[in-house]
């Protein structure tokens, strides 16, 4: 974020609610509202005003932590907003393809490594014996069954609700 060019083009074509809202929604663990401030280029008094909106939203969650509250991405939210996309993107026969899939791709680690859980696979890659490249394809490996079964619980239930979402009128 050092590139006066930039900062100056997205302070000037996004609001200070919107850099806050981009800033909080890309982080990977709850930060303080002086960080997302600094990130997001407004003063931190602008940013918790923002933080509280959102917070009220349900787009943010708060965490007391020793030095003051973090904020980071609410889990439900960012849950449903994946799912919106996919139900957007994809019909129900595309989606169903994806499973498949993702059902593959859990299945050939679940062989290569011969574990049942990605924290089956990261306790082997403890194992003696097992070297540091090894143990670090291994943690890869359990962090991509993470990611694929989360992705997959995503497209389920996108597909047991597709037509809830996807529903173009409005309930009376």
Not at 18 to 23: F, M
Not at 61 to 82: L, W
Not at 84 to 95: A, C, H, I, N, V
């Amino acid at each position: 974020m050092d590139d006066p060019d930039w900062e100056a083009t997205w302070q000037e074509h996004a609001s200070a609610f919107d850099r806050v809202r981009a800033v909080v929604l890309a982080v990977s663990e709850p930060r303080s509202a002086e960080w997302i401030a600094d990130h997001a280029r407004v003063a931190e008094s602008t940013a918790r005003d923002h933080l509280d909106r959102l917070t009220d939203m349900g787009v943010v969650t708060t965490h007391a932590v020793e030095s003051g509250t973090t904020y980071g991405p609410d889990p439900a939210y960012v849950r449903f907003r994946e799912i919106r996309e996919l139900t957007g993107e994809y019909d129900s026969d595309e989606l169903s393809g994806f499973v498949v899939d993702l059902k593959e791709s859990i299945a050939e680690l679940r062989e290569a490594y011969d574990a049942d859980t990605p924290g089956a696979l990261r306790a082997a890659a403890t194992e003696p014996g097992v070297d540091a490249d090894e143990a670090q394809q291994m943690r890869r490996a359990a962090s991509d069954w993470e990611h694929y079964a989360y992705r997959l619980s995503l497209l389920e239930d996108a597909i047991t609700r597709y037509d809830e979402y996807t529903a173009t009128e409005t309930p009376a």
